[in-house]
């Protein structure tokens, strides 16, 4: 479990492919705190830690990951936004985030606001995804790139997001431009409704 308070961006230093997973090694500057069997949301998507050599570390996706995710579009020097496991017994600064990538989204405008940063993201929607909970609404959470931030402006397929400059120079959002591809998490609660609303309609 996460908040989407991203601790720093790790660079990706190796990617190996083995058969249809992908190896990722990485490096920051807490690798030296990470144990093996750790969870660390990579972009949003919470992966395992399988090695640790010095300063790197080693993470596999799968390809049910790489499918639903940008991680399979990762290169060798990109940012990838990282974030611990959440502590019990500390704030909840973000919103509940679980790691598990719902879908991905295009960015599709990128506008000054004198000072802060609009970006507005477009995303496959359909009646069916909206009965699972893959939509957004305004003033509520979404997770991009594994950071919790508030809706503004939302559409049946797009949103917006406004980032403040400590974000931007903090995150991977300082490379996101028109066309980047980046993840969608959709706020858990949102799912739990729409699930039991199904169940209800079923009955």
């Known amino acids: 479990m996460f908040s989407g308070i991203v601790e720093e961006c790790a660079r990706v230093v190796a990617i190996r492919h083995d058969r249809e997973n992908v190896d990722l090694t990485l490096t920051c500057s807490f690798t030296g705190q990470l144990k093996i069997d ?6 949003g998507v919470c992966l395992t830690v399988v090695a640790i050599d010095g300063d790197n570390y080693t993470v596999t996706a ?63 929607a359909s009646p069916e995804m909206y009965r699972r909970g893959y939509f957004t609404v305004d003033k509520g959470s979404v997770t991009v790139n594994g950071v919790s931030l ?3 402006d939302p559409s049946a397929d797009e949103f917006s997001v406004a980032i403040i400059p400590y974000t931007m120079d903090n995150t991977n959002f300082h490379t996101i431009e028109v066309g980047t591809t980046v993840n969608l998490e959709f706020d858990i609660l949102g799912k739990y409704i729409c699930r039991l609303q199904e169940l209800k309609e079923t009955r």
């Open 150 to 152: 508030t809706v503004c």
């Open 38 to 43: 750790q969870s660390v949301s990579h972009n």
């Open 62 to 124: 799968m390809k049910e990951t790489l499918l639903r995710s940008n991680l399979g579009m990762l290169q060798v020097g990109d940012e990838v936004n990282v974030e611990r496991s959440m502590l019990m017994n500390g704030r909840l600064d973000g919103h509940i985030v679980q790691g598990h990538v719902d879908e991905t989204a295009v960015c599709i405008a990128k506008t000054d606001a004198d000072g802060s940063t609009y970006f507005r993201f477009r995303y496959d």
